[in-house]
C-alpha cells in the first residue's frame, strides 16, 4: 500500500511497489477533501485499489487523523508493506503509523529489493559515507521512500477499483494556527541539469545575486546549503541540497564558497560533473569535486559568468 | 513544567574510515559524541525550565561508555538523567528504541513535554520522537524552530517543505526540534562539576516491563549490511598563470564535458 501527502510522491511510490510486488495487487491510499478525482490518475500510475479518505477534516495534512485513516486503511487492505512518501511530513508519519501498527519502520529508502524472500531497503547512513541495508521481521513493513528515486510510470486505461474508506476521523489535539509561504517562485532542483549551489563562503544575502547571475547565464537553478536556508533564511527549503534537504542529480553541479561537510555532499553526488570554488585549498569539497579552483568566489565567480555569456553567446 | 529530553551518543562520523578494497567501514575506533541536535533539544529543554520552572529529566539509551555524554547533558543544566545501559538494550532499532524510552518516561512520571531531536547526526531516520507520541499517545510537533508555553498548550513555528507553519496542542506533548532553534550553551567548569552530584537513574527491562518486548536483539528492524559509499571523482585543479586564465579554463573544461546546455 502507498501514501503521500505528496501526489507526485505518491506517483513515484507507486512505482516502487509494482516493482517489488510480485504481481500482488498495490493499492494507494487518497486522503483529503475532494480528492476522488484524482483516483483515476493513481490507478494509471499502477494502483490496483484506491482507498479514498475524504473528509473536511481531512482537508489540512495532521499526522494525527492522518495516521488514524491510513490505520483503516491497512485494516481493510492488509498489505504486507506499506511504503510512505519520505517528505517532512511523510517522515514524521510513517514511525507514527507502524507504532501504530505495532511494527518496525525504516526511513529514507533509496533502493527496494526482495533477497530470499526478504524485503531489503537500502539507506544512506553516517552522513553519506555509506549504505544501510535492512530487513523487517514484523509485519507489516512501514517505510519511507525518498522522492526523486522512482520514476513514476503511467500507463492509459489501466484498470483499477476505487473503494471509500469507512472511517471515524478523531479530533486532532494539534492544530495548524497559522503559516506562509516564502515568497519565492517554486524551485525544483530535482529536475535541474545544472546547479549552481552556494554556502557560507556568501558573506551577505545580497550577494546571492552573483549566484542567480551566474545560473542565470548556464540556465540552471540555484542550490545551497543547509545554514543559508534554515539559520540564515536567505533561500527558501526548496533550494537547500543535502541530508536533510534535498537529493540532486544535474549534470553539473558547481559548488560555491562551500566548504564540503559530509551533510551536503551526500545530497550532491549522483551529479554527473562536480566544479567547486572555494578560498580554501584545502577544502573537503575538493577531495569531492571533479574540478577545482582555490579562489575568491567574488572574483571568479562574476569573471566566471562573464566568460560564459561570451562562450555561450548570452 | 516537567520536560523529558532524549538524546543519543554518535559516532563522529568524520573519523569513520573506509576500507577501498572490501568497501567496509570500519567503526572501529571511531570516537563518539553526543549527536550534535540533540545538544539542541537539550538546550531548549534548560532553556524552557529557566523561563517556566520546573525539572528536566534527560534520557538516553546508551552504552555504559556513554556516561561522559550524559555529564555532558546534566552540566547543560538537567536535574538528572536516566541512562539505560542494560546489555539487552543494546542494537535496539527505531521502535524497539522508542519503546524503551516510553516505558522509562512512564516510570519517571507525570510530564508536560518531552523534547527530541529532528533526527539524529549519524543515522538521521528521525523516527524515534514520533513512535514515543504514538507510543504515548501525544500530540507531536516536529521540526520546530521556535517554542513558547502558555495556559497548558505550547505552540510551535515549525518548517514544512513550503514554509513555515504555526502550530499547537495541549501539554503533554512531544516535539521534535531543529538545529535553528538555539545555539547550545557551553557548560563552566562549575557546571561540569556539579553534574557529577546529580542523579543518574538506570533500570534494567525487567524494571521497565519490556522482557518481552521487541527490543535489543528482538528487534524487528535489523541491519543486514552496510557497505562504504564511495564516488571516486577526479579531483583535478585548474590551473592558469592568472585568475582570468584559470577561470577560462574551468570555462572550457565544462564545455567540453559537454554539461552546459
Known sequence: MTYSEDFETEKEILKAASQISGGAPVAAALVGQEVRPRATELIEHGADQVFVAEDASLAQFNVETYVGTLESAAAQFTPAVILLGATRRGRELAPRLATRLKTGCVADCINLRVEEDQLTMDRVVYSGKAVASLVCTSRPVVCSVKPHVFEKERKEGRRGEVVALDLKVRDPRSKVTGGHERPTAKVNLSEAKIIVSVGRGMKKKEDIALIRDLANVLGGEVGCTRPLSSDLGWLSEEHHVGISGMSVKPHLYLAIGISGQLQHVVGMRDSRVVAAINIDKDAPIFAASDYCVVGDLYQVVPALTKSFKQMLNK | ?261
Open chain 2, 1 to 261: 513544567m516537567e520536560v523529558v529530553v532524549c538524546f543519543k551518543q554518535a559516532v563522529n562520523e568524520g573519523e569513520i574510515k573506509v576500507d577501498k578494497g572490501s568497501k567496509k567501514i570500519i567503526l572501529d575506533g571511531v570516537p563518539t559524541k553526543i549527536s550534535e541536535f540533540d545538544r539542541n533539544a537539550v538546550e531548549e529543554a534548560v532553556r524552557l525550565k529557566e523561563q517556566y520552572g520546573g525539572r528536566v529529566t534527560a534520557v538516553t539509551v546508551a552504552p555504559p561508555e556513554a556516561s561522559k555524554v550524559v555529564k555532558e547533558v546534566l552540566a547543560m543544566g538537567c536535574d538528572q538523567a536516566v541512562h539505560l545501559s542494560d546489555a539487552g538494550y543494546n542494537d535496539s532499532d527505531s521502535y524497539g528504541t522508542a519503546l524503551i524510552i516510553a516505558s522509562a518516561i512512564k516510570k519517571i512520571g507525570k510530564f508536560d513535554l518531552v523534547l527530541c531531536a529532528e533526527g539524529s547526526s549519524d543515522i538521521y531516520s528521525s523516527q524515534v520522537g514520533p513512535s514515543i507520541a504514538e507510543a504515548l499517545d501525544l500530540p507531536q510537533i516536529t521540526y520546530a524552530r521556535k517554542i513558547t508555553v502558555a495556559e497548558g498548550r505550547v505552540r510551535a513555528e515549525r518548517t514544512a517543505e513550503e514554509g513555515v507553519e504555526q502550530v499547537e496542542a495541549p501539554l503533554p506533548c512531544l516535539v521534535t526540534v531543529s538545529s535553528e532553534i538555539n545555539s547550545p550553551r557551553l557548560p563552566t567548569l562549575v557546571q561540569i562539576m556539579a553534574a557529577s552530584r546529580k542523579p543518574v537513574l538506570r533500570w534494567t527491562p525487567s524494571e521497565l516491563g519490556l522482557d518481552s518486548a521487541p527490543i535489543g536483539a528482538n528487534s524487528n528492524v535489523r541491519l543486514k549490511k552496510v557497505e562504504a559509499l564511495t564516488v571516486e571523482r577526479k579531483g583535478v585543479f585548474i590551473q592558469g598563470d592568472s585568475s582570468s586564465e584559470v577561470v577560462e579554463n574551468l570555462a572550457r573544461t565544462l564545455l567540453k564535458e559537454g554539461v552546459l546546455k
